[in-house]
């Protein structure tokens, strides 16, 4: 990624605190990690890690836009997508978690990862959000896979 795209990344993500310079102050000098509210500019579907991942992967083609910001937390195993906010949406899965207004999100900066947070897919300013109906396609087949790939409990 290139410093105009990091900075445009950056500023992106920095407009959805109350404070968009305190919060690049924070990154840069505070601990890395600045809490967002969502439902804003966007929501967070967060899903557990080996869903996330294989989920991210298959998002990963030729046929298909460059998905969207993802964030992953290693402590938690939890990846996170984040998409356009959508106040009536529901998501649906075990250990699917949708935040959206009134929810908020730990972030790092888009050009490094703090602590236990990473971003798989940066922000790259353009304000590019993962596609519902993209990302909904592709965690059905993730979870498909898994189910196969998953022996029965007690096996």
């Known amino acids: 990624m290139s410093d105009a795209m990091w900075a445009r990344g950056v500023e992106w993500l920095a407009a959805a605190a109350r404070d968009p310079r305190a919060c690049k102050r924070d990154w840069d000098q505070g601990s890395g990690i600045v809490l967002l509210e969502a ?36 402590a938690a195993h939890r990846v996170g997508f984040f998409l356009p906010p959508e106040p009536g949406s529901r998501w649906i899965g075990a250990g699917v978690r949708h935040a959206g ?25 353009t304000g590019a959000l993962h596609a519902p109906a993209t990302l909904e396609l592709a965690l059905r087949q993730a979870n498909a896979s898994l189910a196969v790939l998953t022996p029965p409990n007690g096996a």
Do not use: K, N
């Open 39 to 74: 439902g804003r500019y966007w929501d967070v579907l967060s899903v557990p890690g080996h869903l996330g991942l294989l989920t991210l992967d298959l998002l990963w083609q030729p046929s298909l836009p460059v998905p969207g910001p993802t964030l992953v937390d290693t």
């Open 101 to 125: 207004r009134g929810s908020w999100i730990a972030v790092p900066p888009p050009y490094r990862s703090a602590r236990s947070l990473e971003w798989l897919v940066p922000p790259d300013g």
